[in-house]
């Protein structure tokens, strides 16, 4: 199967297309849409709205390619039996987990908020990956889909990049895969912290992995035959 070198931080890393897929993590309107969990928590959504087109783009060379997409969805189940009073408690009432709000019930699986926005939309045969907490492979069978299918490389892109992603990347990197970080398809809330979680990746000779951008995928997928 076909080999490719993408260019990335701290180093080049060959990847066999057969072996590689795509995560999109929470591109959910909970966090890019007014009304949703990010904006309870504070926070500008504006801020995510870069990664969309870019997202698209490396979606569509994936797909065209018949490459792994996978999609993730943070988000509780309505009884909230799922969510730790930690998570559930640290914000005043009212703009708390399980609250109502213009999308529906804040993070609640089901609700309008929780789903993922229309730009970046999963296909049918998609796979979804729901989870409760901030890294993607805590309480999902992601690893198991990942290892069914051979897939040895992530390209990880979505929101926020130190939260969700940042933790999955590292939940990669303890379970054996090479996470590829495409950096224009991942924002933060906070332009520092963005960065700050992109260097931390890349430190120590890409301690959690590599960082890259889509463009640099997107050259190196094309030169595959
Ligand atoms: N998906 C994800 O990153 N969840 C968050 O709660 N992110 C924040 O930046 N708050």
New binding site residues.
């Given amino acids: 199967m076909t080999n490719v070198n993408i260019q990335a931080e701290p180093t080049p890393i060959d990847v066999k297309l057969d072996e590689t897929a795509l995560i999109v993590?929470?591109m959910?309107k909970d966090?890019l849409r007014h009304g949703g969990?990010?904006e309870s928590?504070g926070?500008d959504v504006d801020l995510l709205a870069r990664t969309i087109a870019p997202i698209q783009q490396v979606i569509k060379a994936m797909r065209d390619r018949a490459m792994l997409v996978i999609h993730t969805r943070?988000g509780h189940l309505p009884d909230l039996s799922d969510c730790p009073a930690t998570k559930l408690l640290r914000w005043p009432e009212g703009r708390r987990i399980g609250d109502q709000g213009p999308m529906g019930r804040i993070l609640i699986r089901g609700e309008e908020g929780h789903g993922i926005i229309d730009e970046v939309a999963p296909l049918p045969d998609e796979i979804v990956i729901d989870k409760p907490g901030?890294n993607a492979f805590y309480k999902t069978d992601l690893e198991a889909v990942l290892r069914e299918r051979g897939i040895v490389n992530l390209l990880v892109a979505?929101?926020?990049t130190?939260?969700?992603?940042s933790t999955t990347v590292s939940g990669a990197n303890d379970r054996g895969f090479n996470a590829i970080v495409l950096a224009d398809c991942m924002a933060?809330?906070d332009e520092t912290r963005h960065k700050a979680a992109l260097e931390i990746i890349k430190a120590q000779g890409g301690i959690f992995g590599w960082v890259t951008d889509s463009q640099k995928v997107l050259q190196a997928l094309s030169k595959a035959a």
């Fill in positions: 993590i929470d959910q966090f969990y990010g928590l926070n943070e901030k979505g929101v926020t130190d939260v969700c992603c933060a809330y």
